[in-house]
C-alpha cells in the first residue's frame, strides 16, 4: 500500500516557522517528482512548489518565493517543505503529491499525480 504522510503543520503566529514533512511508503520518492499544495476554506486547491528527484530542479508560486524552501532527503524517503515568514494567508490545509512527470507538469497539474497525502493543518494567526 502506498502512503504519504505529511505532518509538521500546527497553528502559528505571524512570521513564524514551520517544518513540513511528507513521509512516502510502498514507492521511492526518488522515481517521482514531488509537489507541495494547499487549499484554505472557500478556494481551490493551488501549488505551493515543486521539485524533480532527477536533477533537483524547484519551482515555486509566486506567493511563497523567498520564504519557503523545497526539499527532500530520499535516503529518508521524506520530502519537506520549510515555510517561514509565514503570513495569515497561508492558512489552508498542506497536502503533498507525487507524479511520475517532471516538477514543472506536477506544479500545474497538466497530470494527474500518482498519490496525494491526506493533508496537514497549517494555521497562522495575526
Known amino acids: 500500500e502506498v502512503q504519504l504522510v505529511e505532518s509538521g503543520g500546527g497553528l502559528v503566529q505571524a512570521g513564524g516557522s514551520l517544518l513540513l514533512s511528507c513521509a512516502a511508503s510502498g514507492i521511492m520518492l526518488d522515481d517521482y517528482a514531488i509537489g507541495w499544495f494547499r487549499q484554505a476554506p472557500g478556494k481551490e486547491r493551488e501549488a505551493v512548489s515543486c521539485?524533480?528527484?532527477?536533477?533537483?530542479?524547484?519551482v515555486y508560486a509566486e506567493f511563497v518565493k523567498g520564504r519557503f524552501t523545497i526539499s527532500a532527503d530520499y535516503a529518508r524517503n521524506t520530502a519537506y517543505l520549510q515555510m517561514n515568514s509565514l503570513k495569515p494567508e497561508d492558512t489552508a490545509v498542506y497536502y503533498c503529491?507525487?507524479?511520475?512527470?517532471?516538477?514543472?507538469?506536477?506544479?500545474?497539474?497538466?497530470?494527474?499525480?500518482?498519490?496525494w497525502g491526506q493533508g496537514t493543518q497549517v494555521t497562522v494567526s495575526s
Open positions: 503529491a507525487v507524479a511520475r512527470s517532471d516538477e514543472v507538469v506536477l506544479f500545474n497539474l497538466w497530470a494527474t499525480p500518482n498519490y
Open positions: 521539485i524533480s528527484s532527477s536533477d533537483g530542479s524547484t
